[in-house]
């Protein structure tokens, strides 16, 4: 019996087609022949950029010995996590409930109809084995239990779990999320908690958010608490070796609390997200303290930085972004990242060696593993120029190595996220090229992803996947198209935003103002997922309420707003509960708070004074504002655009709140103070 994975659209799936292993993808037909077989079902799920899914992968899946005992106990499936979310939520909550914890790679044993009876996540070989061995016997010797166990796992899962209604987030309560945050907060080294430590981008945005809505004239000693905490992450983590000091981009997450030592692999959506924290936070000096200029200077810096890594290392021929790099090169985890003294001497010679160790850290005994270290920055040198060269060489020295496999699936969400990140980029750095690739992205979307109204999750080399998208897909994406309209002006970038959140209402609902993850018509699983906390990525739930509050701020639609106030309805009690899971909500409902504002800006596309006009409200706003873009002549169809000409004939600006407008202006310096 062949391994069937070799027609995949997923890169993860095709690192495992030439596996002794008898692997079918996820579908009933794997069900059907374990119903044949009269054996149970392994479920494995992972990712292309899984350090541990390889050690697995090579230990065990590999290995001939334990492929013949997989395929004569089991029928085998294998499942990437990015391409199936729903079926990696669903075993997970399983895997979490049984064993208390979860990761990747997930290992679910099911009966033929798909009910988990045992989970776990990785396994060394010697102790797989015997697993395998021990479950065989299992459902030869007391299948009953099993059957049951299953029974038990799958009736508990799926029984109904709602909080309890709440309206939004009042401004209290979302000071009571900031006092929460507090309590977490490392003083020492910035984010939130201890190791492992999560780049918190979401939070970053709603402390933002929040800072600018409460912030008063403060002394330089008496910081404002949610800008204290933001701009001290960022920081932290920019100077960290969590932050690729030569290329730009942020791995996945540190290995310690000090941001040191990462897990290398780097993913779409972490750099989408943080992208646009630090482009929202360098935007303009909002903080307090003596540099405010040259810590701005500094996240723009960053922001610019990642945006260029996206655009050189995960742009595809077809104008998306791929899904991740690997952790792993050659066999081994980071290689490509790390230096010795000996490597740098080697590049540089004995000066700037010197130099470039005191500059990132790298000792004779090293920071990672065998005597390598990780670059860091924490405390930049004067001498920004012999930086810059040092850096520059190392950079092209480093790109002789082998370098990590890409993931080269364009995952739907991840690219809404990408395409919002850049195109507000784009705009605050003056970088047209980075808004072009907004656009190329979007547009790929739109014409690979759409399938009669409704979204494909995944595509690769321009070929749609067969899984459908999911909440997290219509709602990012409609998030994207929202803020490359500001940017561009384009209409049709609002109305295909449109037709995806009216998808959203029609197929996501759950009928008690919340959505599921997954489609009324998609693939029924023994569970419906419909998690509403914000984790690596804003959950369906809170990216659909702030991209329908953006669109119920341009068109006025009423119907739009209402869902958005329903869907914020478990973050009131997160932000008391749980606010480090809560931060895109949380960052929606400081939009709410705010009206939310819209600004729309109307001039030739030409003229120098529209780019300046659109530059300040995008500067100057508040997080959470709407922006629309137009010619002052013909509105698109966009109704915020409608009746808003140009002022004497020159590019103008109005800023607006439920469509009732305050005067016209052609002034930046109008435009900035009606903004605050």
């Known amino acids: 019996m062949p391994n069937?994975?070799?027609?995949?659209?997923?890169?993860?799936?095709?690192?495992?087609?030439?596996?002794?292993?008898?692997?079918?993808?996820?579908?009933?037909?794997?069900?059907?022949?374990?119903?044949?077989?009269?054996?149970?079902?392994?479920?494995?799920v992972g990712y292309a950029a899984c350090h541990w899914c390889h050690v697995m992968a090579h230990e065990s899946f590999e290995d001939e010995v334990t492929a013949a005992l997989m395929n004569s106990l089991f029928v085998n499936v294998k499942v990437d996590r990015e391409e199936r979310p729903d079926v990696d939520a669903v075993y997970m909550e399983a895997t979490q409930a049984m064993t208390g914890q979860g990761g990747w790679p997930m290992t679910v044993f099911t009966t033929p109809d798909g009910a988990p009876f045992y989970c776990g996540t990785y396994f060394p070989r010697e102790g797989f084995r015997n697993l395998l061995q021990g479950v065989a016997a299992a459902w030869r010797d007391k299948r009953d239990e099993l059957l049951d166990q299953g029974a038990?796992?799958?009736?508990?899962?799926?029984?109904?779990?709602?909080?309890?209604?709440?309206?939004?987030?009042?401004?209290?309560?979302?000071?009571?999320?900031?006092?929460?945050?507090?309590?977490?907060?490392?003083?020492?080294?910035?984010?939130f908690g201890g190791a492992p430590k999560f780049p918190p981008s979401m939070i970053l945005s709603f402390l933002t958010a929040q800072h600018e809505r409460t912030s008063s004239p403060r002394s330089a000693d008496e910081p404002a608490p949610a800008w204290q905490m933001a701009v001290g992450?960022?920081?932290?983590?920019?100077?960290?070796?969590?932050?690729?000091?030569?290329?730009?981009?942020?791995?996945?997450?540190?290995?310690?609390?000090?941001?040191?030592?990462?897990?290398?692999?780097?993913?779409?959506?972490?750099n989408a997200l943080l992208l646009r924290a630090y482009t929202r936070m360098g935007r303009r000096p909002v903080g307090t303290g003596p540099d405010e200029a040259g810590t701005a200077a500094l996240l723009l810096r960053v922001a610019e930085e990642t945006a260029d890594w996206m655009l050189r290392d995960l742009r595809t021929p077809e104008g998306g972004f791929a899904s991740a790099l690997d952790a792993d090169s050659e066999g081994e985890e980071g290689?490509?990242?790390?230096?010795?003294?000996?490597?740098?001497?080697e590049v540089l010679g004995e000066e700037d060696a010197a130099f470039a160790a005191e500059t990132f850290g790298v000792t004779e005994e090293g920071t990672f593993e065998h005597g390598t270290s990780v670059l860091r920055s924490a405390s930049p040198p004067a001498d920004t120029r012999r930086l810059e060269r040092v850096r520059e060489a190392l950079l092209a020295a480093r790109a002789d190595r082998v370098p990590p496999a890409r993931d080269d699936k364009v995952v739907a969400a991840w690219n809404g996220l990408a395409v919002a990140g850049l195109?507000?980029?784009?705009?605050?750095?003056?970088?047209p090229d980075l808004v072009v690739a907004a656009k190329e992205a979007a547009d790929l979307l739109l014409s690979v992803h759409m399938r009669d109204g409704r979204l494909v999750r995944t595509s690769r080399d321009g070929r749609p996947g067969t899984s459908a998208g999911v909440l997290e897909d219509y709602a990012d994406v409609a998030e994207?198209?929202?803020?490359l309209h500001g940017a561009t002006g384009e209409a049709r970038y609002v109305h295909a935003a449109g037709q995806l959140l009216d998808s959203v209402l029609e197929h996501f609902a759950d009928g008690e103002g919340g959505f599921y993850d997954t489609a009324d018509d998609a693939e029924k699983l023994f569970n419906r997922p419909q998690d509403p906390t914000d984790n690596a990525a804003p959950s369906g739930r809170s990216a659909a309420a702030a991209a329908l509050l953006t669109y119920a701020a341009i068109t006025g639609s009423e119907r739009h707003r209402a869902a958005a106030e329903s869907a914020l309805s478990p973050v009131t009690l997160l932000a008391e509960k749980a606010p480090r899971f809560a931060g895109w909500g949380l960052a929606a409902a400081e939009a709410l708070l705010s009206g939310p504002r819209a600004v729309a800006v109307v001039g030739d596309p030409d003229d120098p004074a529209t780019a300046v006009l659109l530059r300040t409200a995008l500067v100057e706003a508040p997080l959470g504002t709407a922006l629309v873009r137009g010619d002052g002549r013909d509105d698109g169809g966009v109704p915020l655009l409608r009746d808003r000409p140009l002022l004497d004939g020159r590019p103008t600006a109005y800023v607006c709140e439920g469509f009732v407008c305050k005067l016209p202006t052609t002034s930046p310096q109008e435009l900035a103070r009606q903004l605050h």
């Open 233 to 270: 992450t960022a920081l932290a983590m920019a100077g960290g070796g969590i932050y690729d000091q030569l290329g730009g981009g942020f791995a996945r997450y540190s290995v310690d609390r000090h941001w040191t030592v990462p897990h290398f692999e780097k993913m779409l959506y972490d």
């Open 480 to 483: 994207g198209l929202l803020a």
């Open 4 to 44: 069937r994975l070799s027609d995949a659209t997923s890169p993860y799936l095709l690192q495992h087609a030439d596996n002794p292993v008898e692997w079918w993808p996820w579908g009933e037909e794997a069900f059907a022949e374990a119903r044949r077989r009269d054996v149970p079902v392994l479920v494995s």
């Open 423 to 431: 195109a507000e980029a784009g705009i605050v750095l003056e970088r």
């Open 335 to 345: 290689t490509y990242y790390v230096w010795t003294p000996a490597q740098l001497r």
């Open 152 to 191: 038990r796992v799958v009736d508990a899962l799926g029984a109904p779990r709602s909080l309890p209604e709440a309206p939004p987030p009042t401004a209290a309560q979302l000071d009571l999320a900031v006092r929460g945050l507090a309590r977490e907060y490392d003083e020492a080294d910035g984010g």
